[in-house]
């Protein structure tokens, strides 16, 4: 990047900064250094415990942070339920009947008010929480800015319109990426994130049943149990990598390349466009996803934080407070 040599060039500067919605020079590796000392080790053990308790905890908590982020940024907010007189983002599309872990958030925080009360967010936790769900199942890790505040609204519509569906089509995933702020390369690398994890039935039916793309032996065992009529055994669970689903690594790649990717938009990766490269490069080194997926999860989480004084330290994850 050239530099900049006035004071109207660091203005433009600045102004694309927040154009973007990133505030990341206000969070902070270490902006719990003195206040909370101990919450990395609370929240790691916890973590551990859980995943120790159902090894599928760890891809759920991961997931939970990508939907809140994707959502008005990564506030919290999907953390919130609903009550008589708030919508929360619980009931979108993409959570109903999907999003799980919220038991495992509200038993770390209740371990932070231990040990720091009033004093971590909700929206940092699951930050916390991501990164050593990741760790914890052999993949890599990296320094967690932090310093976010909780929100005090959600939005089911934009949880409904801002999360990439299983259907999405390259250009799509592209774009949607893009206007957070991430590269297609961060989109190719934060989709390895599937190579943990499970999918219901109903978001890979159409692919099993009308799409070539698929390896016949894969498409043959995922139709025993996921029905073609639609509301039958929609519910029904497929780990997304068939070979290590709760070991972080890179066989999701190589899954794609050889035509193994359950979801539609997983696939796409690796469809003759053109993020083919990125995909057989990381399926051939697992060492250069690693380091691209903590970068790319760095980034994420620059998604339009709440710092300062604008929104809350919740006491209670599910509620303002």
């Known amino acids: 990047m050239a530099s900049f040599s006035s004071f109207i060039g660091l203005g433009i500067f600045v102004l694309f900064l927040c154009s973007t919605g990133s505030t990341s020079a206000q969070l902070s590796n270490n902006f719990y250094f003195h206040s909370c000392p101990k919450l990395f080790g609370t929240v790691k053990s916890t973590m551990q415990s859980a995943i120790k308790q159902e090894a599928r905890m760890g891809a759920s908590i991961l997931r939970l942070f990508f939907h809140d982020c994707f959502v008005n940024g990564c506030d919290g907010s999907i953390l919130l339920d609903d009550t008589s007189s708030f919508t929360g983002e619980k009931r979108a599309a993409p959570n109903l009947n999907s999003a799980r872990g919220f038991e495992v958030i509200d038993q770390i925080k209740s371990a932070v008010e231990n040990v720091c009360p009033n004093t971590v967010s909700c929206a940092d936790i699951l930050a916390v929480a991501a990164r050593d769900s990741v760790e914890i199942l052999g993949g890599p890790s990296w320094e967690v800015k932090l310093g976010r505040r909780d929100a005090r609204t959600a939005s089911q519509s934009a949880a409904n ?65 996921c029905p073609r009529v639609s509301g039958q055994g929609d519910n029904n669970l497929a780990p997304l990598d068939l070979q290590t689903p709760t070991n972080f690594d890179n066989n999701y790649f190589k899954n794609l390349v050889n035509q193994k990717g359950l979801l539609h938009s997983d696939q796409q990766l690796f469809n003759g466009g053109s993020t083919d490269s990125i995909v057989r490069g990381y399926s051939a080194n697992p060492g250069s996803f690693a380091s691209d997926f903590a970068a790319a999860m760095i980034k994420m989480g620059d998604i339009k934080p709440l710092t300062g004084s604008k929104g809350e330290i919740r006491k209670n994850c599910r509620r303002i407070n």
């Open 161 to 225: 319109n801002s999360i990439p569906p299983p259907t999405s089509n390259l250009n799509a995933l592209i774009s949607r990426f893009n206007s957070f702020g991430l590269s297609a390369k961060d989109l190719v690398a934060l989709s390895g994130s599937h190579t943990i994890g499970q999918a219901r039935c109903t978001n890979f039916r159409a692919r099993i049943y009308n799409e070539t793309t698929l390896d016949t032996s894969l498409r043959q065992t995922r139709q025993s149990n």
